[in-house]
């Protein structure tokens, strides 16, 4: 406002001198016209006053108006100038936080530098490494040359190769000689074409010859018939359908029935009357006109082969079976059966009818040598068929470790589901449970219960005694912790993901990549009535799912996430917990009780742990002991209801025979 009043001020101030220089401008053209007339009567001084006058004022209304203008232009200018105020402020409080930005990311600049740093320094440090390491590669690989074993695994796989190619060639051979049975095949199957199209014109030939023989006999039937007198009689003999022979013969005549020769395809069995069943013997003696039909059973041909090569060869009355053969055998080969398209087996050959020539194939599979060795003795071979698995449970296996499984050429397989395509060598891979003498370098007395390990390496502490195990030579070498370095390897432990010192008020973690223990605090922490820690490292158990700390009756389980320790009520009337009476057969986990079995002070009772599912929780019963410090000044027995308790897990009374 003030900037307001200051130039209304101004403006007034403006138009008072501007009158009054505008009277001063008009004088002077006053006066100089009565000055040039020279004559000054008062018409004239008048007329010039007026003159003079309307001039003036003439001038006057001009610069009103211009003052006018720039009054109206001073207030445009005023409302530019707030608004440019305005922005100013703006951009003082923009800019204001564009430096605050500005700091930081110059900060944050730092920081990168600082990282970038660091990341050079570990790549060098990496690049070192790795050179180092190339360089015992380049000593393994030298030292790699001279171990027999290798070797010997360079030549079992060179065998198995030469193994493999020589499969290959035999599978070559084999695509040959299918592809040469392909080709007989298309032959045949031309040649069957052919002679099908060529038996279609003779069948065709055959069947109007066997209509003219029909008639043939219809016309001798019926001329026969009209020979036939008081003394004459003909007999007829038909073999196959068509007329054999015939006889005109006296009434009375014995006749020597003819027999016809037989064949591998066809039986002659006799004669009969047509018409009738039975056979006829040796004679008949014709009385009337009798028609003889051959009475004939037919066989079919049945061939087994073998590599093209006929290996049984039977002739089959037509609607019986075949005999089947005794099995092929063949070199490294195995018998699979017999085969009428080369490709399927036929499982009932001595129940099919026969109703046609056939002709089966020998279907063979390759054979492979499995050898099953121990300890670099063979102690199985099997046969098994290409493509096969071998069954490794019909091993027997003495020795005086545990089998903990089969390897091929160094690699752990499965031999149930190991195709073999070759002849394959399996080694046993056994587990000695027997104890052999062993020398250390750097450190050669020590105790294993302070031995350790992070899941790397491997480590001696005992008070200020601490080493690291270089495992390819046996030496123990001075170790220097950082943070926390006399301390015992009986109080390391680790839940699954961090190590842990833990030794009553002496509560460290390990942080793994700078070798440094961290001092560390739990969230909720056992503590004996004094307040002090009961957390020792020695004290935790875990059963593969939770990590427990078992301090006689006193139990607690780790709560992973939130860093904290749950109290746990388990039995306690016959049981103090802790790591050392625990142990497991692999599958159960049990503890000793402290009471004994029978009363011989010998035999404990032992309990078997039954884990409740995950998350749940029940109602128990539990003994509560009134503490006073550590002294039991009385006990009750009380019922918890479901979720007021944690722990569900119990341990159950088991039997040992």
């Keep these: 406002m003030k900037i307001k009043y200051l130039i209304l001020s101004g403006v007034i101030f403006l138009v008072v001198a501007i009158s009054g220089i505008t009277l001063y401008s008009c004088w002077p053209a006053i006066t100089g016209t009565i000055n040039k007339n020279k004559y000054y009567t008062n018409q004239d001084m008048e007329a010039n006053y007026e003159k003079g006058f309307q001039e003036g004022c003439s001038n006057f209304i001009e610069l009103t108006g211009q003052v006018d203008y720039y009054k109206d232009l001073t207030d445009v200018y005023y409302l530019q100038i707030l608004e440019l105020q305005d922005t100013v402020k703006s951009l003082e409080s923009s800019n204001k936080t564009n430096l605050e930005t500005v700091s930081q990311l110059e900060n944050q600049k730092q920081v990168l530098e600082s990282e970038v740093a660091n990341l050079e320094i570990n790549i060098a440090n990496n690049n070192k490494t790795i050179s180092d390491l190339n360089s015992q590669i380049a000593v393994l690989q030298t030292q790699a040359e001279q171990v027999p074993s290798l070797n010997s695994q360079i030549a079992n796989l060179q065998a198995t190769s030469l193994q493999l190619q020589a499969v290959n060639n035999s599978n070559a051979a084999t695509i040959t000689n ?24 003779q069948i065709t ?13 219809s016309y001798y039937e019926s001329y026969i018939s009209q020979l036939e007198n008081a003394e004459k009689a003909v007999a007829t003999y038909e073999v196959d359908g068509t007329v054999w022979k015939i006889e005109i013969l006296n009434k009375g005549t014995v006749i020597d029935l003819a027999t016809l020769t037989s064949t591998e395809a066809k039986i002659f069995n006799g004669w009969k009357i047509d018409g009738q069943d039975e056979l006829l013997g040796e004679t008949y003696t014709l009385n009337t006109n009798t028609k003889f039909v051959a009475d004939i059973t037919y066989k079919h041909t049945v061939k087994f082969m073998v590599d093209d090569q006929v290996y049984d060869n039977q002739y089959v009355v037509e609607n019986e079976s075949a005999i089947i053969p005794t099995a092929p055998v063949k070199a490294d080969y195995e018998f699979v059966g017999w085969s009428l398209n080369g490709v399927d087996i036929v499982e009932n050959i001595d129940t099919t009818k026969v109703e046609q020539n056939m002709t089966y194939q020998a279907i063979f599979s390759k054979i492979h040598t499995v050898t099953f060795m121990v300890d670099d003795q063979v102690v199985a071979t099997q046969k098994v068929r290409n493509g096969k698995c071998a069954n490794a449970s019909e091993v027997m296996i003495e020795t005086d470790g545990e089998l903990s499984g089969w390897q091929n050429n160094g690699v752990d397989v499965n031999i149930s589901d190991y195709q073999i395509f070759a ?14 003498e062993m020398t250390w370098n750097g450190l050669t007395s020590f105790f294993g219960e302070y031995v350790w390990t992070d899941g790397v390496s491997t480590y001696y502490s005992k008070g200020s005694e601490q080493y690291i195990l270089d495992r390819e030579t046996n030496t123990w070498s001075l170790f220097e912790w950082e943070g926390f370095s006399d301390f015992y390897g009986s109080y390391v432990w680790t839940d ?38 009961r957390l020792r490292g020695d004290y935790i158990w875990t059963d593969g799912v939770d990590t427990y700390l078992l301090d006689g009756s006193v139990v607690y389980v780790l709560e992973k996430s939130n860093n904290s320790w749950v109290r746990l009520y388990w039995p306690t009337s016959d049981i103090s917990y802790h790591p050392q009476y625990i142990w497991t057969d692999g599958v159960e986990f049990y503890v000793k009780g402290n009471n004994s079995v029978g009363g011989d002070g010998k035999t404990y009772k032992v309990y078997t742990l039954v884990k409740a599912p995950t998350g749940t929780q029940m109602s128990v019963a539990v003994e509560s002991y009134h503490l006073e410090g550590e002294d039991q000044v009385g006990k009750e027995t009380f019922a918890v209801t479901s979720g007021s308790l944690v722990g569900t897990d119990a341990w159950e009374l088991v039997e040992f025979t």
Excluded: C
Aim: glycine share 4%; no cysteine.
């Design 178 to 201: 299918l592809n040469n049975q392909i080709i007989s095949l298309n032959n045949q199957i031309s040649e069957m074409s052919s002679l099908s199209q060529n038996a279609g014109s």
């Design 205 to 217: 030939i055959l069947n109007n010859r066997i209509n003219e023989l029909q008639a043939t006999v």
């Design 423 to 436: 002849d394959t060598l399996f080694s046993a891979k056994i587990i000695y449970t027997t104890w052999t």
């Design 496 to 533: 699954g993901e961090n190590i842990y010192y833990s030794m009553n008020s002496e509560q460290y973690i390990l942080d793994r990549s700078l070798h440094k223990w961290i001092s560390y605090t739990w969230n909720n922490g056992p503590v004996y009535s004094n307040g002090n820690s």
